[in-house]
């Protein structure tokens, strides 16, 4: 066991601080793994103690315990408030996703209320009853800065996320079961709470607690990174999806930074055509438009309304070039669709070629396509029925949440590549196909 200059040796019987109990535990697996290199190799560092009680460390003191082994401790020697100390050590040390850090912002706001009621009465200064609905005075750091904002803005601040992370968070605390509360820590489940069981715990609904659209200032298109080069902008009036999908990207990116993927509409963002600069050179891919990167536009849930306030947006701005993607193609039967739209439906799989060349055989767009990404299994179209599409994309499967990095079979893009080409399609493979053959005589 190592020796420590500035600690020493405590018993097995300390309690945890509640400040630390703001942080996330360890997962089970995680946890396992942390006790193996604890009695291979002992402490790293010792734990740290503040009024007698572990502060931070209490994994490593949990873990000491189990296994009956000294546990080396020191005291915290202040500086800040001990959250703004826990959450520094936390945030270098621990990979936390936006949930953990959301639900930690959401404690941590409980705890220094309760600190701030505990000082108040130190000091005689309690009130009145209404002290409890005040919002608590956040950590020495963030008040020496000068910035106002809600209890919420911020701890978020502090811990790395938005407010309306924590608030979402501090809403399932308040009011959610414990069960809920480990899934969404434990990120088996979207943090914002569904509007449905808001009404199942209380009568009157409070504020919605919904992403608020993110674009303040005139709304504009996204410029988009390398793995869409064949659309150099992205516009998402609508988010959310229900497919359910295991390898969906935009779920991940709706968890992480909107607190859940549900189908939202922003009508500020229709402006985006008309406040976005044209590109001077007009050839593709710089005026193509990528429509609900976010969301499926023409989900069966998705409203009407809503289809048709971005269909009017895009005949009023004839300079750009959409392109709308779907995995529900009879939606798209009877949209009258404008020159500057390209039309495409996903064919991941065999069970969704019936249903894209039923309903492209009534599709009149100026460009048609196919989206074979993934390109799960292998996949047959009827005979002349590719000539319905102008285009045919192949991708791989990228990393997710729900799903690993997969790579198509060869035969299977090369069966579906030639026929393609046969049918007078054109070709993009997608850069996150990287699969080629790699063959060798006598089967060797």
């Known amino acids: 066991m190592k020796e420590y200059e500035d600690a020493f040796i405590v018993d097995h019987d300390l309690e945890i601080h509640p400040c630390a109990l703001i942080m996330p535990p360890m997962d089970d697996d995680t946890y396992e793994k942390f006790k193996v290199d604890i009695s291979g190799h002992g402490l790293i560092h010792p734990i740290v103690l503040y009024q007698g009680k ?19 401790a020191r005291e915290w020697e202040g500086g800040s408030d001990p959250v703004t100390y826990v959450v520094s050590n936390n945030i270098h040390r621990r990979h936390l996703s936006i949930n953990q850090l959301a639900i930690a912002g959401a404690k941590a706001i409980s705890f220094w209320a309760d600190e701030a009621k505990i000082r108040q009465r130190e000091s005689g200064k309690e009130h009145s009853n209404n002290l409890v609905n005040q919002e608590p005075r956040i950590s020495a750091p963030v ?34 079961t414990e069960e809920e509360i480990e899934k969404v820590e434990t990120n088996k489940a979207a943090l914002r709470p569904t509007e449905e069981k808001i009404r199942e715990r209380i009568k009157e609904v409070p504020e919605k607690i919904t992403p608020e659209p993110a674009t303040k200032s005139p709304s504009k298109f996204n410029e988009t990174n390398d793995s869409i080069k064949w659309a150099r902008w992205s516009w998402n009036p609508v988010t959310g999806c229900k497919h359910g999908c295991k390898y969906c990207y935009a779920r991940d990116i709706g968890n992480r930074f909107h607190g859940g993927f549900e189908p939202e509409f922003y009508e500020d963002r229709l402006s985006a055509p008309q406040n976005t600069k044209l590109p001077y050179n007009a050839e593709s891919p710089n005026r193509n438009v990528f429509v609900c990167s976010m969301a499926d536009l023409f989900g069966d849930w998705v409203p009407q309304e809503w289809i048709d306030k971005i269909m009017a947006a895009v005949s009023n701005a004839p300079d750009w070039n959409f ?13 009258d669709w404008p020159d500057n739209a390209w039309v495409g439906t996903t064919v991941d799989c065999q069970d969704r070629v019936s249903d894209a060349v039923e309903a492209f055989k009534q599709i009149k767009a100026k460009v048609t ?76």
């Open 54 to 72: 572990v502060l931070d460390g209490r994994n490593r003191y949990n873990a000491c315990k189990e296994l009956d082994i000294e546990i080396w």
């Open 143 to 176: 008040q020496q800065s000068g910035k106002s904002g809600k209890a919420a803005d911020l701890a978020g601040e502090q811990f790395g996320v938005s407010g309306r992370s924590v608030s979402s968070a501090k809403y399932i605390i308040d009011h959610g």
């Open 323 to 335: 392109i709308f993607l779907t995995k529900n193609p009879k939606r798209l039967v009877d949209i």
């Open 369 to 444: 396509f196919l989206s074979c990404e993934p390109l799960t299994e292998h996949i047959q179209f009827p005979d002349g029925t590719l000539k319905l599409f102008d285009w045919v994309i192949i991708g791989g499967q990228s990393a997710s949440s729900g799903a690993p990095a997969f790579q198509p079979e060869w035969e299977w893009v090369e069966e579906l590549h030639f026929a393609a080409r046969e049918e007078g399609c054109k070709i993009y493979w997608k850069p996150n196909l990287t699969i080629h053959p790699e063959e060798y005589p006598n089967n060797l």
